[in-house]
């Protein structure tokens, strides 16, 4: 059921159902936009209002009293695009007087989002494929041991949603324009059926083979003993290993409250231990370039930290998890003592939960 | 030929005004009565093209119209051509003469 709209074209009055009357209201915006330096604007605009009342009018009839989206989309095709003055076909270009670029914003954009939106509106923003993004973020937090997934959790508070159409424009840096919204759906919608669902199936099937063949393989070696259990080591050798583990691990954990330390304070101040972003850097990058800092210093030593703790107990598969349970244990332990001993510490952490529970109530 | 319709638009484009000064100067016509004579040759247009044109010709005093009332619906924009109309096409014409001969020329 649609909503209908009267309108008034030079006198009849016409009845149109909603979406026909907003493509109508956009292609008429559109050509008051092409004409706006012609002084006979009103009267181009008068007359093409009324072809395409006399086009409507055609599509009606005794039994049919209004006109619905498909109808007025043939009739605006028919009547075209409007042509500005004969010399200024051409599209103007970017950086021509009286034309700004659309400013481009950061949002999540919630069509075609796996789970919040975030990796779309970051492919919007960057013109890149939000696949791409998704599959950097993967490789991100498999090597930041899981901060990139702390920093998608972030942007999923911080950024807005687009929820509207020009919001979504903006993501994408495009002038927004209800008409240039119904071009692109239909360019969009061609595309996709250019590329027959057929082909994607099959990828996403082959996928999925490839999936379960991959866990299958995983299992197995799970069960299977070490292929190579490594070398049996001296005891001194796996004493030193041990106490380099350790060290490791008050290292990561300290490496880890110091970027949590200078994420928190860039989201609360946009600094980072009074050192201030450069005029115009946006948040979000410094946000990314943090996290890239901290996984290139921290994912060598985590695998550092790994392999010393293989080293010192023998068994290759329980390293990570002793590894991230001393970790976590050294940063609590490290973080209260911390709390005790250093206001500025304390005056942090108050900080942080207070910007936490402002976000998320 | 609808290659030849891609190809060719801007050549198209540029002598619209002299197709539509040529068909006007036949005869009293309104917008459907071009539409419908232009939309079976190369030089088919749409409203939305052609009314700009038209108003920038009436601008230039090439061309007015005078409303005329039909039976079926409002009154209709009968256009015309006016002496300067009737010159610009004289002028027209011969340009273009010199261009095809120009043209045939050059290819001796």
């Known amino acids: ?361 | 030929m609808p290659q030849a319709d891609e190809q060719f638009s801007a050549v198209r484009k540029g002598l619209l005004e002299f197709a539509l000064l040529t068909l006007i100067a036949a005869e009293r016509v309104y917008v459907a009565d071009i539409m419908a004579r232009l939309s079976a040759t190369p030089f088919a247009t749409q409203e939305g093209t052609l009314y700009p044109l038209l108003s920038r010709l009436r601008r230039e005093e090439l061309l007015d119209y005078e409303w005329v009332e039909s039976e079926a619906g409002p009154p209709r924009k009968y256009y015309s051509l006016t002496e300067r109309g009737e010159a610009r096409l004289t002028d027209l014409g011969a340009y273009w003469r010199l261009l095809t001969d120009t043209l045939s020329q050059l290819g001796r």
């Open chain 1, 1 to 361: 059921m649609e909503r209908v709209v009267t309108i008034n074209l030079n006198g009849n009055s016409y009845q149109l159902e909603e979406p026909a009357y907003d493509a109508l209201r956009a292609y008429l915006a559109r050509a008051e936009a092409a004409l706006a330096d012609n002084p006979d604007k009103a009267e181009i605009v008068r007359d093409l209002e009324q072809a395409i009342a006399d086009k409507c009018a055609g599509q009606l009839g005794p039994n049919k009293t209004v006109v619905n989206a498909v109808e007025m989309m043939r009739v605006l095709e028919e009547m075209g695009p409007v042509a500005g003055e004969a010399n200024s076909e051409a599209p103007r270009e970017e950086g021509a007087p009286g034309y700004e670029a659309p400013r481009k914003r950061l949002y999540r954009i919630k069509e075609g989002a796996q789970i919040s939106g975030v990796c779309s509106g970051i492919g919007a923003y960057f013109d890149i494929d939000a696949n791409i993004i998704r599959l950097l973020f993967i490789v991100a937090a498999l090597f930041s041991g899981g901060a990139a997934i702390i920093v998608y959790i972030a942007l999923m508070f911080l950024l807005p949603s687009a929820h509207t159409s020009e919001e979504w424009a903006a993501a994408h840096g495009m002038p927004f324009n209800a008409q240039e919204v119904i071009d692109r759906a239909k360019r969009e919608y061609r595309r996709f059926a250019d590329t027959t669902a057929k082909d994607w199936r099959s990828s996403m099937r082959a996928q999925r083979r490839a999936w379960r063949d991959d866990v299958r393989a995983q299992r197995h070696a799970w069960r299977a003993p070490p292929v190579a259990t490594p070398a049996p080591v001296g005891y001194l050798t796996r004493v030193f290993a041990g106490l380099l583990a350790l060290v490791l691990s008050l290292i990561g954990a300290a490496l880890l409250i110091g970027f949590l330390i200078a994420l928190f304070s860039l989201l609360n101040t946009g600094t980072v231990w009074h050192w201030a972003l450069p005029d115009g850097a946006p948040l979000w990058l410094a946000i990314v370039v943090l996290c890239i800092v901290y996984a290139a210093i921290s994912s060598p030593l985590a695998h550092l930290r790994r392999s010393s703790y293989a080293t010192a107990s023998g068994y290759r598969y329980y390293a990570g998890g002793a590894d991230g349970l001393i970790t976590l244990l050294a940063m609590l332990a490290g973080g209260a003592l911390a709390y005790q001993v250093l206001p500025d510490f304390r005056d942090w952490v108050q900080d942080a939960l207070q910007y936490l529970r402002a976000h998320t109530s």
